[in-house]
């Protein structure tokens, strides 16, 4: 089974949720009959290596003459980047199908290598990928990785249809569409479902055995119970005045949070400058670290710290990523409807907070600590975890995928 996988980052430097499309990588690879080729933008020095566990990687720039623009911008007359290399005019011409540059150097190339392969995966990270697999989807099984239930700001691509159009069309060129159950729910509920036949549910493969991978702890100290918030915050949809407002009642104590990840979105210059600058005495803000760095401080912190979303339609990878170190977890949702309460539901290293019912009072505070120094140093076996959250494993989830691929190509 011939592959190529269309997906927008490129390793080593990958997000969350393109993670998780490398852990199905991983998984695939297990069969012997399958080879996989990677086609994506590479936007660094670092992402342009050649193999991926003997995968290879087609870097595809932007458009043919980036190299050439490049150069121009280098020497600060951007007005005259435009003027030699106008790439919209270019690009209108080459086609009138495709407004974004990338979308027609994809197409190319695939058109040029099509025969090399029996079926293509398309992820959503971002939505362009399936786009463009979509185009393929008369000539060769096309499958989608859907991360979420709606494609959203599809602007480029509307012209003189509606974007609802333009999403049932792209799900009609797919042979099958892959989602978590949370997404299925939510895609159930839109116009666009009208594909809904062929959807396979297959939830996040997050639950994965993590070592500590640096020997010298850099960042936690031993005096002190630390709490430790790995991931993003987003000034919407899960924003961390909340959790601030806790630290700062526990100044007093030895619970310290420390925090890896940054912001994504606007917060106010003065607001960074208070939170992110380290300026509490009991909250250490580190930023951006590799994903290996944050592997390790999950299995080397007293106490994991998860923020829900305000979005209740999608369960954010993070707990799972929590749950599988086994580590007790200090839970805040943002509504009662939060997902990750039925997920945590049977897990025992747990406190769930709401934050739209919990004020923050003295007894809060009380029982926050008396669960950071009960739990502090209790860890659940990872072979429980495993058995317990099985569904959630990269060795169940790689199957789905694989028996997936394998039926998209024979039923075409």
């Known amino acids: 089974m011939r592959i190529l996988l269309i997906h927008d980052e490129i390793y080593p430097e990958a997000g969350a949720n393109s993670r998780i499309v490398y852990r199905m990588v991983d998984e695939l690879l297990r069969h012997n009959d399958v080879s996989i080729t990677i086609l994506g933008c590479a936007r660094t020095p670092e992402q ?107 602007s480029p691509y509307a012209k003189n249809r509606t974007e609802d159009e333009i999403e049932i069309k792209w799900d009609k060129m797919a042979q099958k569409i892959i989602m978590t159950d949370l997404i299925y729910k939510q895609y159930l509920q839109h116009p666009t479902c009208c594909n809904a036949d062929k959807v396979v549910l297959a939830e996040f493969p997050n639950i994965v055995k993590r070592k500590e991978i640096l020997t010298q702890n850099t960042y936690l100290q031993s005096d002190r119970i630390n709490i430790c918030f790995i991931g993003q915050f987003y000034p919407i949809i899960r924003h961390p005045q909340y959790l601030f407002d806790i630290m700062e009642k526990l100044e007093n104590t030895n619970i310290h949070l420390s925090i890896f990840g940054g912001v994504n979105g606007k917060l106010a210059p003065e607001y960074m400058e208070k939170y992110f600058s380290n300026k509490l005495p009991n909250v250490h803000y580190y930023g951006y670290v590799l994903p290996e760095v944050a592997d390790t401080v999950m299995m080397q912190a007293d106490i994991l710290v998860h923020m829900g979303n305000t979005i209740v339609d999608v369960l954010p990878s993070k707990i799972l990523d929590y749950i599988s170190t086994g580590k007790p977890i200090l839970n805040i949702c943002k509504t009662k409807l939060c997902p990750t ?46 058995k317990q959250y099985e569904q959630y494993t990269p060795k169940y989830v790689g199957k789905i995928f694989y028996d997936t691929l394998h039926a998209a190509i024979n039923e075409n």
């Open 341 to 386: 309460l039925s997920i945590l539901a049977n897990y025992s290293n747990c406190m769930n907070i709401v934050e739209p019912e919990e004020p923050i009072t003295d007894d809060l505070i009380n029982q926050i600590v008396d669960f950071c120094t009960k739990y502090k140093g209790i860890t659940i076996p990872f072979s429980q975890i495993e």
């Open 48 to 154: 342009r290596a050649e193999y991926y566990r003997g995968c290879p990687i087609i870097h595809r720039p932007w458009n043919t003459i980036e190299k050439y623009t490049q150069i121009v911008s280098r020497l600060h007359y951007k007005w005259l980047k435009h003027v030699l290399f106008p790439r919209s005019v270019i690009y209108r011409l080459q086609s009138q199908k495709w407004r974004e540059p990338r979308d027609i150097e994809f197409i190319r190339w695939i058109k040029q290598h099509l025969n090399q392969f029996d079926v293509i995966l398309a992820c959503s990270v971002p939505y362009y990928t399936l786009a463009v697999a979509a185009e393929f989807g008369e000539q060769i099984p096309v499958v989608f990785y859907q991360m979420e239930a709606l494609h959203g700001n599809l």
